[in-house]
């Protein structure tokens, strides 16, 4: 089934000339000592936008935690996700390179088994690892539901020790897996996660094992439903809207209280602690989720793609804001450099590099562009300039400075038509590229294996089959299991979409 443009390479030249365009991070071959490697804790929000957040001067929200962290820490005024949708980014995080590369082209794709993620290169370094909240690299769309502990794409398979974790969103009183248990919570899912994670670091502190935690929120993300005294404050936006906010207000004090343990604990200087968001704000939200730029989620301009982004590191950063350009394909490689991890733990080419020189000290340019695919559309961001389409066959080209112009109302092509040249060909090379890693050309293989099954909606996926009738009543998963039909209908289509996955594993 045709499922993205897949104009490979054929020339050897081509290839390399594409490949040199790609950073390359060096290491040393050391592998740090324990006491030399800080514990590691991602923290991602799901449809937060860049412009959601107190220190940013939002007019009615306020996140105290959020600031007190970005005040401590290096604050990046502009950091970016892997893609515009929220899967996609959570494969560049777990591999350091664009999503497609790893064969999850939208949301609810399943991240390739042939991949090298951070968790499995960390593990291998001695770190113990967890995930909590969110996963959506499974394969299922729907309403988050509790993974499977024998589901082939769940986290344990690609390298988390602990997880309770949903398959995408979930709001209040989630139920959740703990390695394929399923255990129904009471509260606010933030809230929820984080002491989850909290419990993970206080089980293996004294053990002197570095630690590796994952907290993936499930939050502003629709369905929006907010605890009544967390949306007080806004009561005159519409009830969306309040509800919207009123869940970033949870997840401000829920990172409030990582923050705290980890003080608590006598972990928080030597812990690396990295807060973002899987892409931009959403639209219908009052007041503006992204802070005046252009486009939302979905879209290739910085509203879709620049999200909030700070890297808390006491121990070893010194408190700051940076307008150099990052984005969550670096966070691997960062890492790596940091702990001193070989370089086979990396599926190659990688679209991120190392963030560590910047962590100590403020530098000019990025030394190699960042490239963004989704659907049809293409970006390529080279420190100030920004290319950009939305349809690659025969689509317009756009250029704009960020430098000058961070709310795109300027296009330049007709005025800087060499810019536009240059940045061109080094796009087209780069996405050369990405069809060669998404036909598989990066595995010892040379091919993707198993073939990539098709996304489809958990409750048409036969292992949930005998859940849905008790299932049916619970608040996140009423109008889903509803639209998909009477129990016999949604039977006959759990066992065709089964075979269809089936086939492809």
């Not at 592998?31 to 030399?36: C, F, L, R, V």
């Not at 207000?249 to 923050?259: N, Q, Y």
Request: glycine share 10%.
């Amino acid at each position: 089934m045709h499922r993205t443009d897949t104009r490979f390479a054929r020339s050897g030249l081509l290839m390399l000339m594409t490949l040199s365009l790609l950073p390359m991070v060096a290491f040393d071959g050391r592998i740090a000592s324990a006491a030399d490697r800080p514990h590691i804790i991602f923290v991602m929000a799901d449809d937060m936008g860049w412009g959601q957040t107190g220190y940013r001067n939002h007019p009615v929200l306020k996140t105290p935690n959020l600031d007190a962290m970005a005040a401590n820490g290096l604050r990046f005024e502009r950091f970016y996700a892997g893609g515009p949708v929220c899967s996609p980014t959570r494969a560049s995080v777990m591999t350091g390179r664009s999503h497609e590369r790893a064969g999850v082209l939208s949301h609810g794709y399943g991240l390739r088994l042939q991949e090298k993620t951070i968790a499995q290169a960390l593990k291998g370094a001695g770190y113990v690892t967890g995930h909590f909240g969110k996963w959506h690299l499974n394969g299922h769309r729907g309403p988050g539901a509790p993974i499977f502990a024998d589901d082939p794409r769940s986290p344990g398979n690609f390298g988390f020790d602990h997880w309770v974790s949903v398959s995408n969103f979930y709001d209040m009183n989630p139920l959740m897996s703990r390695a394929g248990k399923f255990e129904e919570f009471q509260g606010d899912s933030s809230e929820i996660a984080v002491a989850e994670a909290v419990k993970f670091l206080e089980q293996h502190r004294a053990s002197g094992q570095p630690m590796f935690a994952v907290i993936w929120y499930g939050s502003p993300h629709s369905p929006f439903k907010s605890l009544d005294s967390d949306k007080l404050a806004f009561s005159q936006l519409n009830d969306a809207s309040a509800n919207h906010y009123g869940e970033l207000v949870a997840m401000d004090r829920s990172l409030g209280t990582l923050r705290k343990s980890l003080r608590e604990m006598g972990l928080a200087d030597n812990t690396l602690l990295v807060f973002c968001s899987d892409n931009g704000g959403l639209p219908n939200i009052t007041p503006d989720t992204v802070g005046g730029l252009r486009g939302n989620k979905g879209s290739v301009f910085e509203g879709g793609l620049r999200v909030p982004g700070i890297i808390e590191w006491p121990a070893s950063i010194k408190p700051r804001v940076t307008n150099y350009p990052a984005c969550v394909m670096d966070l691997f490689p960062t890492v790596a450099d940091i702990v001193g991890l070989p370089d086979s733990v990396m599926i190659r080419p990688i679209d991120g590099l190392s963030l560590k020189p910047l962590l100590a000290k403020e530098l000019d340019e990025r030394r190699a562009p960042m490239g963004f695919r989704y659907q049809a559309k293409r970006a390529l961001i080279d420190n100030r300039y920004k290319l950009l389409t939305n349809n690659l066959d025969g689509g317009k080209f756009e250029l704009y400075d960020l430098s000058v112009d961070a709310k795109e109302e300027h296009e330049l092509s007709a005025q800087q038509p060499e810019v536009v040249a240059k940045m061109k060909q080094q796009l087209l090379q780069w996405n050369t590229s990405m069809d060669a890693s998404f036909a598989g050309k990066d595995y010892p293989e040379g091919k993707v294996t198993p073939a990539d099954p098709e996304p489809i909606n958990w409750y048409d996926a036969a292992p949930y089959e005998p859940l849905l009738n008790q299932w049916k009543q619970r608040w996140e998963f009423q109008g889903y299991l509803n639209r998909a039909g009477a129990p016999a209908k949604r039977a006959n289509k759990s066992r065709r979409a089964n075979q269809s996955f089936n086939s492809q594993q």
